[in-house]
């Protein structure tokens, strides 16, 4: 197992929109295994492979309290998203440090394969709702402060840019 660099934001790799897996094979299970270590690593609930510089349809979850439940989603689908919307606090191991929030479906169904290729359905709500959508989202090459004001992402831009040049002084 191996623990891979997490791209940060603004680094332009994170707008890449991910193609389909096209088997899950040994090179996937790898990166399943790899993208988990890392996830649990840095403390995320979630990681999708476009953070790690792996332009593929897949995505690495853990909300469980104990950090022993993972769910792994190749080429997952929302099938069905609720109407009803509500606003909660996301964070992004590509953003650190910077919490704002978001709208979404309080609920959502997502269709995906499994780690050993079994297509799966999952009816998610709460956090594990919004984590999914996050993950989505970064498939699509979509990061969560651009849901924010072009202020606030401008600020959070220079945040990132000067923590990059400076690491000591952020
Ligand atoms: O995709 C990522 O960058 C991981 C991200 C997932 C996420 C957290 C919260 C809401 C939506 C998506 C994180 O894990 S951020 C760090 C974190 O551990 C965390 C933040 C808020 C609540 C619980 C955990
Ligand atoms: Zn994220």
Not at 51 to 58: A, G, K, P, T, Y
Request: charged residues 25%.
């Amino acid at each position: 197992m191996a623990l891979l660099p997490i791209l940060h934001y603004p680094d332009p790799k994170l707008h890449t929109v991910a193609k389909p897996v096209q088997a899950v094979d040994a090179r996937i299970r790898t990166l399943i295994s790899d993208m988990l270590q890392t996830m649990y690593d840095a403390e995320g609930i979630g990681l999708a492979a476009t953070q790690v510089d792996v332009h593929e349809r897949l995505v690495v979850i853990d909300t469980s309290e104990e950090r022993n439940q993972p769910l792994v989603l190749v080429n997952p689908e929302i099938t069905w998203a609720s109407p009803e919307r509500q606003v909660a606090d996301e964070g992004c191991l590509s953003v650190p440090g910077i919490y704002d929030g978001v709208e979404r479906s309080t609920s959502v169904k997502v269709r995906a394969l499994d780690a050993d290729g079994q297509s799966r359905e999952i009816s998610a709500d709460g956090l594990l709702a919004v984590c999914i959508q996050h993950e989505m989202d970064h498939l699509m090459g979509k990061v969560f402060v651009e849901y924010l004001s072009p202020l606030k992402r401008n600020r959070i831009k220079t945040k990132m840019l000067k923590a990059r040049r400076d690491p000591e002084r952020v």
